[in-house]
């Protein structure tokens, strides 16, 4: 059973950059042919993919986001991670590692982490 | 960018009766659309992939049909576990494409 588990801070100060990990456990993420992404969601709102990464190395990022989004993977680690720089409040959410597999649906999520953009 | 739309936004329904839950594509998706359910402070659970296959462990009351641009969700008598957010995704174009509807609330009559 695959299981993703986000950590990294919870307070980000605007204009700061918000860092997150996702720790890949039951499976490994250099055994290729999923894409390993990261999704975020506004309070009260809905599902918004921010971009993925693949085990070589190669990325993919939500054009409204591409400018700010970096997106990197630690195999030794089994861990991929996100860097949003810039932040402001509308970046506060709940940010979900996620896993996907080519052309097929996303099946396994971390539980999420809420991340508050605040001074 | 396909744009995924889902109507309604909430539907009140009593334990026992059927949901009937729409999703649109901008464009053709083919079957590639997936359904998710989201209870609150959890993250979605995959319930429908190719429009109509039932996830792992997903009860026979909930049924996914359409294809192309236009989907439907039915849950054929709602028990007191199925109300939540349910979400469409697309994921014809994946990758790099990705993307969800808004959501439509199933909340109690």
């Known amino acids: 059973q695959v299981q993703l588990q986000e950590s990294g801070p919870g307070l980000v100060k605007p204009s700061q950059t918000l860092s997150l990990t996702c720790t890949v456990s039951?499976?490994?993420?250099?055994?290729?042919?999923?894409?390993w992404s990261w999704i975020r969601q506004h309070p009260g709102k809905g599902l918004e993919w921010i971009g993925y990464i693949y085990y070589s190395g190669s990325t993919y990022y939500n054009p409204s986001l591409k400018s700010r989004v970096t997106i990197s993977v630690d195999t030794s680690k089994n861990q991929f991670s996100l860097k949003l720089s810039s932040v402001t409040a509308a970046d506060t959410a709940v940010y979900y590692c996620?896993?996907?597999?080519?052309?097929?649906?996303?099946?396994?999520w971390g539980q999420g982490t809420l991340v508050t953009v605040s001074s | 960018e396909i744009v995924m739309t889902q109507s309604p936004a909430t539907l009140s329904v009593s334990p026992g009766e059927r949901a009937t839950l729409s999703c649109r594509a901008s464009q053709s998706v083919s079957s590639n659309l997936a359904w998710y359910q989201q209870k609150p402070g959890q993250a979605p659970r995959l319930l429908i992939y190719?429009?109509?296959t039932r996830a792992t462990g997903i009860p026979a009351r909930f049924s996914g049909s359409g294809s192309g641009t236009e989907f439907t969700l039915t849950i054929s008598s709602l028990q007191s576990e199925d109300f939540a957010v349910y979400y469409c995704?697309?994921?014809?174009?994946?990758?790099?494409?990705?993307?969800f509807g808004g959501g439509t609330k199933v909340e109690i009559k």
């Open positions: 996620a896993r996907a597999e080519l052309a097929n649906p996303v099946d396994y």
């Open positions: 039951g499976g490994s993420i250099s055994s290729g042919g999923y894409y």
């Open positions: 190719g429009a109509s």
């Open positions: 995704q697309q994921y014809n174009n994946w990758p790099p494409e990705l993307t």
